[in-house]
């Protein structure tokens, strides 16, 4: 197996700049981060001689992590979110697993084509994020805390 090669172009179909999804953006920042998502992609020739045609390798394993947001655009890690919130929403990509940053797990992205259906009554909305778990660390009542409230065990005779 050879090394990826980069390729120093990217493929934006014509359908995609034109589309009712595309024009709603409301952000620059989205249409940057379409881009970059866009430049990830990887593809190779999928199909018998003459008839082949161009596929996605690495659609839902497409890694974008807020750290290289901030690097590669200089925005924060709440501007990222929107953008990629608005991106799910308008059908461009969606989420195929959840990071949560723990054991530097990260999100996982593809590339999607609900997009086309954008506007319509066949739109189909993308799936809510879950709920991150929150940790409120210790509360009252907590037997490993300094500072909680112990229990009195009292023996009846």
């Known amino acids: 197996m050879g090394k990826d090669k980069k ?9 995609l700049l034109e589309s009712r999804a595309f024009i709603a953006l409301k952000t620059a920042t989205a249409h940057k981060v379409l881009v970059i998502f866009f430049a990830k992609r990887q593809f190779s020739k999928v199909g018998r001689k003459g008839k082949e045609q161009w596929q996605i390798t ?11 947001a901030t690097a590669k655009l200089g925005i924060t890690g709440g501007t990222f979110t929107n953008a990629i919130d608005e991106l799910r929403e308008k059908g461009f990509i969606d ?6 940053g723990l054991n530097k797990s990260r999100n996982l992205y593809a590339i999607s084509e609900r997009w ?11 799936k809510p994020r879950p709920n991150p778990a929150t940790n409120k660390g210790f509360q009252n ?13 009292t023996v009846a005779c």
Request: charged share 20%; with cysteine.
């Open 7 to 15: 390729s120093s172009q990217i493929y934006f179909p014509r359908q």
């Open 58 to 68: 690495n659609n839902g394993e497409i890694e974008f992590t807020y750290p290289e």
């Open 95 to 100: 989420i195929t697993e959840y990071g949560g």
């Open 116 to 126: 086309m259906l954008y506007g319509t009554p066949e739109y189909k909305q993308p």
């Open 141 to 153: 009542g907590n037997q490993l805390g300094r500072n909680c409230i112990r229990k009195k065990i």
